[in-house]
């Protein structure tokens, strides 16, 4: 399941989570559906991706471990690349935070609450990204 | 002599000139000559009387003759011849003719005897009746020549009277200074130019142990021995012999005289005269002076004044007292006007002593000499002069500054502690060590409690049944001394309520240092114990709120993986049906977990997600609609007692109106459980910031209001709800500033909920417009 694979060559989504679990249901989930995946397990790492590469769109957690969060993400994005500030899907579990909230509320920036259906998690993909 | 039974008075007998020619016999002029001589001769006159009333009846041939001398109211009668009176009448009528005091001759006819009696009063020389000559003879006429005698007679008599009574009253005068001279115990001598004592009186005789006589002739140097003066001179007590009078004191061999020197100038040398009168006065001295010792050594301040107030004497307590150098700065004119502070002080204290003449424990502040005051206690008292002019005043003055000072400062004690004891916001009682109330201070009075209530009455009425034990127990261990702090108990306000009390006893004790009685000190703290119970109830609904969201978000992460997987495995076709059914069992309870973790976060949620005007009333009647098949199918009445034109709050109304929901479910099921006939009151009103909304129930009641928004605190039956309801409540009315309470309704059924929440003010609603236009 590589991009090798995919029979048009398409730019991959970036899922930034440090869920193992969650990541993993998230990639099986889009490469189902024929997105093709690339993984980071914190903001740090996912930050070095999206300084080297393009991507169709990127999915990141808000709530993660180390000195970058989804809130740094989404920043970095709209600072570096603004191309790239209406391609972002956050993901929260606890969107009763306030920060979370404020967050929200001024990037209207889309968002899944954990937990969520595959198909809600498709839906917003297809109208964020497009179709793979 | 012969008897005379009657005296007619009737008709005198005309005294005529008629002369009695036979009788040549006599020689007037020579007799009377020898009368003169005899009289001159003669000192005691009773004796020169009859000698001379005896010659009288002699020139006149008279039977009888008599003086009766007027002596007072009494007449004497002198005569040689007694017989005549014979009797008391003769006696009395005799008297009565010796009184007249017709002038001239008057002669009267004896009855039966043919007798006269002829009266010739005798005049003194300044006219004075003095007597009457009286002549008892045969014969009634007396000739010219007999009467001429007659009057030369009388005055003879009145000459010789006068002169002996001169005489003898001269005597007797002598007589009487000699004594009055004698009588005087002080020592007089007198003595002339010569030195020699003319006169001494007995006093100095006898001290001498000498007759008065004795001395007359000796030199006066003599006396030296008894006071020596040291005088020069040959009399030891003449100093200055050219002063008319001297007077100085000498002290001698332990004795002190006050001598007195006159000097009398007479017509020669020799007849001048020196008196001195020593007057022993050591006793009067040592007096004077052991009074003197007293008033300047006594400690209390000493004073006499004018009545005006300007001292004429001070001791030397009063000098130190004010602050003087000596007594003579003191007395000088000008201070009293420095001594009184305000003239008012002095007239006061003048016109005091002239109304009462004596001022007790008068207290006055005077201003020392150096302008320090001095507060002083003053008993004054008057003299007066005979008209009661009041003359002098005396007094004792005490400095009483450092008594005031200390009375002063015992004065701003007391008054600090009586501020302390008033105006504490503690109820302060002094109980004895029975456990009455002695004491209590005003807040005890400003908290309702009223006086006769209290006094005389045991605390321990006041404090509730369960915890009188313990109250008691504190007032035995305070009475032995041991001092109880914070002794929280429940006591019964005024007003009856319970209320929460922190109690201090303290123990009082007397000189015997034994407990007499007991301070207590108490505060009513019920509001601090609620204020308390609330801050810990927010707390320990803070900290729930952390641990719930951190446990949400951690429970999410595997729920997610959870449904998604299971989401993903449902989408493969080639699962057997009976895995599919399982499956769905998965996810179903995976969506109940997460409706529980949404919940929970509900609870944990610190801002509401709208912020927006919201009308509580109208939230309340959309949600009482809701609810309205099941309450009217279900005999539940609701009652609406909403306040017109209640300030909006902001907020979210959907949350609002949950709150508001769960509330009225709450109410519903306990009324049905209760089986009573249901009744909600709903009442929304405006609370000081706050918009109230008060729901009333009169169903079973809660179990545990403290509890009863905790998570997954539950009554209900399980599966009838998660418990996480009012949890919710308390969270979205937490997050909208305000408070939810709920308590038990006191003596009815059912319980009360109420919700506060900040009603909006223009500046918070501005503030929710710019936040919503952002």
Same mark, same amino acid.
């Given at each position: ?132 | ?365 005077? !201003?020392?000499? #150096? %302008?320090? /005051?001095? $507060?002083?206690?003053?008993?004054? +008292?008057?003299? *007066? =002069?005979?008209?009661? &002019? @009041? ?100 006591? !019964?306000?005024? #007003? %009856?309520? /319970?209320? $929460?009390?922190?109690?201090?006893? +303290?123990?009082? *004790? =007397?000189?015997?240092? &034994? @407990? ?259």
């Amino acid at each position: 399941m590589t991009a090798t694979a995919m029979p048009r060559p398409a730019a991959a989504i970036l899922v930034i989570e440090d869920e193992p679990s969650v990541r993993a249901f998230v990639r099986a989930a889009l490469e189902r559906r024929g997105y093709k995946v690339v993984q980071a397990s914190s903001g740090a790492a996912g930050l070095q991706l999206l300084e080297r590469g393009s991507f169709a769109g990127v999915i990141s957690d808000i709530r993660m471990p180390g000195n970058i969060n989804g809130a740094d993400v989404h920043e970095w994005i709209r600072t570096n690349q603004p191309q790239m500030a209406s391609r972002l899907i956050l993901i929260s579990g606890d969107t009763a935070n306030s920060e979370t909230q404020h967050l929200l509320a001024s990037s209207e920036t889309p968002c899944l609450e954990k937990p969520f259906r595959v198909q809600k998690l498709i839906s917003m993909v297809e109208k964020t990204f497009g179709k793979p | 002599m012969r008897e005379r039974k009657s005296i007619s008075a009737r008709r005198p007998a005309a005294v005529s000139g008629r002369k009695n020619p036979g009788r040549p016999k006599h020689d007037y002029s020579k007799e009377l000559m020898e009368l003169v001589v005899e009289a001159a001769n003669s000192r005691v006159l009773p004796e020169f009387l009859r000698g001379f009333a005896e010659r009288t009846a002699e020139m006149l041939d008279a039977e009888w003759a008599g003086v009766g001398e007027i002596v007072g109211s009494r007449v004497e009668i002198y005569t040689r011849r007694p017989g005549y009176p014979a009797n008391e009448k003769e006696r009395e009528w005799l008297g009565q003719g010796l009184r007249r005091r017709r002038p001239g001759l008057e002669v009267f006819p004896l009855k039966r005897t043919s007798q006269h009696i002829a009266f010739y009063p005798i005049y003194a020389s300044d006219g004075e009746l003095m007597g009457t000559l009286c002549l008892l003879r045969k014969a009634a006429g007396f000739s010219r020549a007999e009467e001429k005698l007659l009057a030369a007679l009388a005055s003879h008599a009145a000459l010789s009277m006068e002169k002996v009574r001169r005489f003898s009253q001269l005597e007797r005068s002598k007589k009487q200074w000699v004594e009055d001279i004698d009588a005087i115990s002080d020592y007089i001598a007198v003595h002339d130019q010569a030195w020699k004592i003319v006169r001494t009186n007995r006093s100095l005789a006898t001290e001498l142990g000498i007759p008065p006589a004795a001395l007359v002739g000796e030199p006066i140097s003599s006396l030296r021995h008894i006071a020596e003066t040291g005088s020069a001179l040959p009399c030891p007590f003449c100093r200055d012999t050219r002063e008319a009078r001297e007077e100085y004191i000498a002290t001698s061999a332990g004795r002190t005289f006050l001598v007195s020197t006159s000097r009398t100038r007479g017509v020669t040398e020799e007849e001048s005269r020196t008196i001195h009168v020593l007057k022993d006065i050591t006793d009067r001295r040592e007096a004077e002076r052991r009074y003197r010792e007293l008033f300047d050594s006594i400690q209390e301040g000493l004073f006499f004044a004018t009545p005006e107030g300007q001292f004429l004497d001070v001791n030397d307590a009063l000098v130190r007292m004010l602050g003087y150098e000596s007594a003579e700065e003191l007395l000088r004119a000008d201070v009293s006007a420095h001594l009184y502070p305000t003239p008012a002080a002095k007239a006061r204290l003048v016109s005091a002593i002239a109304e009462r003449g004596a001022l007790r424990n008068y207290e006055e502040t005077l !201003r020392k000499k #150096d %302008g320090g /005051l001095l $507060h002083t206690m003053q008993n004054i +008292s008057a003299v *007066r =002069d005979a008209l009661g &002019q @009041v003359v002098q005043i005396r007094g004792l003055m005490l400095d009483v500054t450092e008594q005031k000072m200390f009375q002063s400062q015992l004065q701003r004690e007391r008054d600090f502690n009586q501020k302390i004891l008033n105006t504490t916001q503690s109820m302060i009682l002094v109980l004895d060590t029975a456990g009455l109330i002695s004491y209590a201070n005003r807040r005890c009075y400003e908290a309702g409690y009223r006086k006769d209530e209290l006094i005389g009455h045991r605390l321990v009425e006041w404090v509730e049944g369960s915890h009188q034990k313990d109250f008691e127990a504190a007032l035995q261990t305070t009475a032995h001394g041991q001092q109880v702090d914070n002794l929280e108990l429940r006591a !019964r306000r005024a #007003d %009856g309520s /319970l209320g $929460h009390f922190s109690i201090s006893l +303290s123990p009082m *004790r =007397d000189e015997a240092n &034994q @407990v007499n009685n007991v301070v207590v000190v108490m505060t009513d703290i019920t509001d601090a114990a609620l204020l308390q119970a609330k801050l810990a109830h927010a707390e320990k609904m803070a900290t729930i709120g952390r641990l719930v969201s951190g446990v949400a978000h951690e429970v999410n992460n595997p729920l997610a993986a959870i449904l998604g997987f299971t989401d993903l495995l449902l989408e493969n076709p080639e699962m057997p049906a009976a895995a599919r059914e399982d499956l769905q069992i998965i996810l179903q309870e995976t969506q109940r977990t997460k409706e529980i973790v949404q919940d929970l976060l509900s609870f944990a949620r610190q801002r509401p997600t709208q912020k927006e005007p919201v009308n509580v009333n109208a939230v309340l009647r959309q949600t009482i609609k809701l609810r309205s098949y099941d309450f009217s199918s279900h005999g539940v009445e609701v009652s609406e007692e909403f306040e017109a034109n209640l300030s909006p709050t902001l907020g979210d109304a959907q949350q609002l109106q949950q709150v508001f929901l769960n509330i009225l479910n709450n109410a519903y099921d306990a009324i049905q459980e209760s089986g009573n006939h249901g009744r909600i009151r709903i009442r929304t009103r405006r609370a000081e910031d706050d918009v109230e909304v008060a729901f009333m129930d009169n169903g079973t009641g809660v179990v545990d209001p403290e509890r009863i928004f905790d998570p997954f605190f539950t009554t209900k039956q399980a599966g009838k709800g998660t418990g996480l309801g009012l949890s919710i409540c308390y969270g979205i009315v937490r997050a909208h500033g305000g408070e939810i309470l709920c308590w038990n309704n006191e003596g009815e059924s059912g319980s009360t909920f109420v919700v506060r929440v900040p009603a909006a003010t223009e500046t918070s609603l501005a503030a929710a417009v710019k936040e919503a236009g952002r």
